[in-house]
């Protein structure tokens, strides 16, 4: 059930938004001509320790949803709520600080710093939170060995495969145990093998360590590690995206394959 107007979100709920409208330079209510539709009146939450999948085809709406959850943009409409601290009315500054102690992101692209060594792309947070060099080395180094990489901590990026350095941006992602990891199709470049690996090693964490994972793919494999799942479809949640108007009031949300219904409205 969405909360009304000016109230804080369950004290459950770890990650929670309400009503996200955001636009590609068009109306919020229409898709933008680059392919990737804005949000309109997306809800969702998300408690601590799960697992919540978005799906979709390309282009409706998964990427956009990720950077309004995780504070890379701010939503023209709605409210996105991180442990009951509103991130839609943070500044840049604060924003950045939350992404870079509180989550962690994994792209379909490692980004990895080619002049940096493989154990210090994966201890970046930590260094630039302001962990001590041996801190922040152990710790990445601990993950690049779970990972199976530990072996090449000392290399530079440019001497792994594709897969490896994807492993790299994982470790990155859960370095400093954060409280979300945002996934943006993270196991597309991989071939199965790997993307088995990545998505078990992600997983494991999750559940180990209590943290909470929003994946953004179209990957049916990837989709049944999670949870839930929350589907959208031109940047509206797929039951309501065919609807004229605005509904009377806020569905009960709705269940895929048997999973347990999901907070949504549009």
């Known amino acids: 059930m969405v909360a009304p107007p000016d109230t804080a979100p369950p004290d459950n709920d770890v990650l929670w938004a309400r009503s996200l409208h955001y636009s590609h330079g068009k109306?919020?209510?229409?898709?933008?001509?680059?392919?990737?539709?804005?949000?309109?009146?997306?809800?969702?939450?998300?408690r601590q320790g799960e697992i919540l999948a978005l799906t979709g085809p390309r282009g409706s709406g998964k990427t956009t949803l990720l950077r309004c959850l995780s504070g890379q943009l701010r939503p023209e409409q709605g409210e996105v709520w991180f442990n009951s601290v509103p991130v839609h009315t943070m500044g840049a500054l604060g924003r950045e600080r939350l992404r870079r102690d509180r989550f962690g992101w994994i792209g379909p692209e490692p980004q990895l710093l080619p002049e940096l060594k493989v154990?210090?792309?994966?201890?970046?947070?930590?260094?630039?939170?302001?962990?001590?060099?041996?801190?922040?080395?152990?710790?990445?180094?601990?993950?690049?060995?779970?990972l199976d990489i530990g072996a090449f901590a000392r290399k530079r990026p440019g001497a792994l495969t594709r897969a490896e350095s994807q492993r790299v941006a994982?470790?990155?992602?859960?370095?400093?145990e954060p409280a979300v990891?945002?996934?943006?199709?993270?196991?597309?470049?991989?071939?199965?093998?790997?993307?088995?690996?990545?998505?078990?090693?992600?997983?494991?964490?999750?559940?180990?360590?209590?943290?909470?994972?929003?994946?953004?793919?179209?990957?049916?494999?990837?989709?049944?590690?999670?949870?839930?799942r929350l589907a959208l479809l031109d940047g509206r949640p797929a039951a309501t995206a065919g609807a004229t108007e605005d509904p009377p009031g806020p569905p009960a949300g709705e269940t895929t394959e048997g999973q347990a219904a999901c907070s949504l409205s549009a």
Request: aromatic share 2%; hydrophobic share 45%; proline share 5%.
């Open 181 to 228: 990891i945002f996934g943006d199709e993270p196991t597309a470049p991989l071939h199965r093998a790997e993307r088995a690996l990545l998505l078990r090693t992600l997983t494991t964490a999750a559940r180990s360590h209590g943290i909470t994972v929003v994946l953004a793919t179209h990957d049916e494999e990837t989709a049944a590690a999670a949870d839930r």
């Open 27 to 46: 109306s919020p209510r229409t898709k933008s001509a680059g392919g990737s539709p804005g949000l309109v009146g997306v809800s969702v939450g998300v």
């Open 119 to 146: 154990w210090e792309n994966a201890a970046l947070p930590l260094l630039l939170a302001g962990a001590s060099h041996r801190r922040a080395k152990h710790a990445a180094c601990e993950w690049l060995e779970r």
């Open 170 to 176: 994982l470790a990155r992602a859960l370095v400093n």
